[in-house]
């Protein structure tokens, strides 16, 4: 799975967080059902007998997180990601919850990751937080409520 090349990533993501560049490192962590560690669930997305994308999120105690969206770039645009948000805020309404937080990346350079648009156009409302980490970058939060 290629949806976004290591050169890309740089300004954007540490290094440790791209475990889930593929569906090789995916499989690493990856425990029963589709439980992933520390809690964490994933949904995978296939075309063909191949996976083309998948998210991975966690049931907080008043909210579910999604951590990770990533679809190839051949299949990118054609709702997929869509698709597996909608699920997991279904997944997150059948539960109970309510209320639905993700985040993505700002570069040094104050220029979001290209998901910036996407969260948005799927409701997702930043919160106009810009949360500093060890790296060269900002997290960016959003927040979407259910109701």
């Not at 976004?4 to 290094?15: C, D, I, Q, Y």
């Not at 964490?40 to 907080?60: M, P, S």
């Not at 539960?95 to 990346?105: E, F, R």
């Amino acid at each position: 799975m290629s949806s976004k090349t290591r050169s890309e990533l740089v300004g954007f993501s540490a290094p440790e967080f791209w475990i889930f560049s593929s569906p090789e490192a995916l499989t690493g962590v990856w425990g029963k059902g589709n439980r992933l560690k520390d809690g964490f669930e994933v949904i995978v997305a296939e075309k063909d007998g191949r996976v083309v994308g998948f998210i991975v999120f966690k049931k907080e105690r008043d909210h579910v997180d999604i951590d990770n969206l990533d679809i190839t770039k051949d299949e990118q645009g054609k709702g997929i990601g869509r698709a597996l948000v909608a699920h997991v805020e279904s997944i997150a309404k059948s539960c109970g919850y309510s209320l639905m937080k993700t985040d993505t990346t700002e570069n040094a350079q104050g220029v979001p990751w290209k998901s910036y648009g996407f969260w948005t156009k799927m409701g997702y409302k930043d919160t106009g937080e810009r949360l500093r980490t060890k790296y060269d970058f900002k997290t960016i939060p959003f927040i979407k409520n259910l109701k």
